[in-house]
């Protein structure tokens, strides 16, 4: 290769290099700022395909989506000096471009990090002016928005950054304090399984007594029902038999005479001593009954 072909090579060559340099391309989803030399050129380059100076320029690009700083479990009092252990994170996005690479220098962990050390803050001052019950579940909600928008215009002052969310994951208590916490709820909860228990006994007898009440009614009632059926029973018994004897007395005398001996003998050990001439056996001397 003659010395012309090598001295067009490396011209192309070098060509490339300063073009692939004086290029750079800003995704949406990304914000950017430009350094001459090490000094603030060009903030918030928008979104597309730009040109800088090979060498002199350099282009420093961040993320514009919206990011989690996750802060790390802080001890809290409250207003009852009730220690709790919360853990919180907060939802942001970058805003100003100057303040935010003037304030972290384009790295992201700074950001977090002094985002949950002002979250910290934040809730340290929250927690304090409330009750456990408060910060728990009672003005849970109204104190998470209070400090998202009071963070949110300290952020954009210092760093540059939009605060949009500020939540809190779990909130515990402090395992000595876990304990005897849950000692009192089960002494609770026994108190109230006891009361329960015994509303349940009362409840019972009160059942009780009424259902003893209802059967004792019925009892009587099928008591008096089955005596009326009983007399009444025994009344027509008494006039089919009144009946009968009116209209053949002898007939009806030795039906009964049978009977009675019937039931008198029915034992063979009945043993009885009697005059022979007793109206008893008159029976005994004839179906007529001669005396």
Same mark, same amino acid.
């Given at each position: 290769m003659s010395s012309k072909g090598t001295l067009g090579l490396i011209v192309l060559g070098l060509a490339l290099i300063v073009g692939s340099s004086s290029v750079f391309i800003i995704n949406q989803f990304e914000r950017a700022v430009v350094l001459r030399f090490g000094a603030l050129y060009n903030v918030d380059v928008e979104p597309? !395909?730009?040109?800088?100076?090979?060498?002199?320029?350099? =282009?420093?690009?961040? %993320?514009?989506r919206v990011l989690t700083a996750d802060a790390r479990p802080e001890s809290f009092f409250t207003i009852e000096n009730k220690r709790l252990i919360v853990d919180s994170y907060a939802k942001w996005r970058i805003v100003d471009v100057r303040t935010y690479y003037e304030a972290t220098g384009g790295d992201e962990s700074v950001a977090d990090s002094r985002l949950a050390t002002r979250i910290a803050d934040g809730l340290r001052n929250e927690f304090g002016r409330r009750t456990l019950h408060e910060v728990v579940s009672g003005e849970r909600d109204a104190?998470?928005?209070?400090?998202?928008?009071? !963070?949110?215009?300290?952020?954009?002052?210092?760093?540059? =950054?939009?605060?949009? %969310?500020i939540r809190v994951k779990r909130i515990d208590l402090p395992t000595d304090v876990s304990e005897s916490v849950f000692e009192r709820m089960a002494a609770d909860r026994e108190k109230e399984a006891s009361e329960h228990r015994a509303i349940g006994r009362e409840q019972a007898e009160v059942i009780r007594a009424d259902a003893d009440r209802q059967r004792a009614v019925l009892e009587a009632n099928a008591y008096r029902d089955a005596e009326r059926i009983r007399g009444d029973g025994d009344a027509r018994a008494a006039a089919i038999f009144a009946d009968v004897f009116q209209g053949d007395p002898e007939f009806y005398a030795f039906v009964r005479s049978l009977s009675a001996y019937r039931n008198t003998f029915s034992s063979k050990n009945d043993m009885m001593v009697i005059d022979p001439s007793s109206d008893f056996l008159r029976f005994f001397k004839g179906s007529q009954g001669e005396r």
């Amino acid at each position: 290769m003659s010395s012309k072909g090598t001295l067009g090579l490396i011209v192309l060559g070098l060509a490339l290099i300063v073009g692939s340099s004086s290029v750079f391309i800003i995704n949406q989803f990304e914000r950017a700022v430009v350094l001459r030399f090490g000094a603030l050129y060009n903030v918030d380059v928008e979104p597309g !395909l730009h040109f800088k100076i090979p060498f002199a320029d350099q =282009v420093r690009k961040f %993320d514009a989506r919206v990011l989690t700083a996750d802060a790390r479990p802080e001890s809290f009092f409250t207003i009852e000096n009730k220690r709790l252990i919360v853990d919180s994170y907060a939802k942001w996005r970058i805003v100003d471009v100057r303040t935010y690479y003037e304030a972290t220098g384009g790295d992201e962990s700074v950001a977090d990090s002094r985002l949950a050390t002002r979250i910290a803050d934040g809730l340290r001052n929250e927690f304090g002016r409330r009750t456990l019950h408060e910060v728990v579940s009672g003005e849970r909600d109204a104190l998470m928005d209070d400090l998202t928008e009071s !963070l949110d215009v300290l952020a954009r002052d210092l760093l540059g =950054v939009e605060v949009i %969310d500020i939540r809190v994951k779990r909130i515990d208590l402090p395992t000595d304090v876990s304990e005897s916490v849950f000692e009192r709820m089960a002494a609770d909860r026994e108190k109230e399984a006891s009361e329960h228990r015994a509303i349940g006994r009362e409840q019972a007898e009160v059942i009780r007594a009424d259902a003893d009440r209802q059967r004792a009614v019925l009892e009587a009632n099928a008591y008096r029902d089955a005596e009326r059926i009983r007399g009444d029973g025994d009344a027509r018994a008494a006039a089919i038999f009144a009946d009968v004897f009116q209209g053949d007395p002898e007939f009806y005398a030795f039906v009964r005479s049978l009977s009675a001996y019937r039931n008198t003998f029915s034992s063979k050990n009945d043993m009885m001593v009697i005059d022979p001439s007793s109206d008893f056996l008159r029976f005994f001397k004839g179906s007529q009954g001669e005396r």
